[in-house]
């Protein structure tokens, strides 16, 4: 099975609803449909929310390049940061994630998240290690 194939399994991207659009070459751009279910306290869509489409978006992104990497299983991620630009209101939301850098271990991934008038919500930046073995 492709590493790919193993991100599709996710059942918790399932839960929520997230659409795949594109993946390929380390490359990936899904999206999800927020609605009242999505908001925080005060409003706002729920930064975990709009974390785990970015999230999903890099992992997707990461295993699409490990299916392209001679002796690789898998990619996971080591380290993720993202920053908040703007607070989400109720509406559908894009992740598109795009490699950086990469060599035959580390992967550097860049995520953008907008809502659906373009503008953008997340930045979140991703580095994956690519193993040789799942366990």
Request: contains cysteine; aromatic residues 8%; glycine residues 12%.
């Amino acid at each position: 099975m492709k590493a790919v194939d193993l991100v599709r399994q996710d059942k918790f991207a399932a839960f929520l609803g997230i659409k795949i659009l594109s993946v390929g070459g380390g490359n990936a751009r899904v999206s999800l449909e927020c609605g009242e279910h999505c908001l925080n306290g005060i409003g706002r869509i729920q930064g975990g929310v709009t974390y785990t489409l970015a999230d999903y978006a890099f992992a997707l992104a990461v295993n699409s390049a490990a299916d392209e990497m001679d002796g690789v299983e898998c990619a996971v991620g080591m380290s993720t940061t993202a920053t908040f630009l703007r607070a989400g209101k109720i509406g559908t939301f894009y992740a598109k994630a795009r490699e950086i850098s990469k060599n035959k271990t580390i992967g550097q991934y860049e995520v953008i998240v907008t809502d659906e008038n373009g503008e953008t919500v997340v930045v979140f930046n991703g580095v994956a290690y690519f193993k040789k073995d799942i366990r």
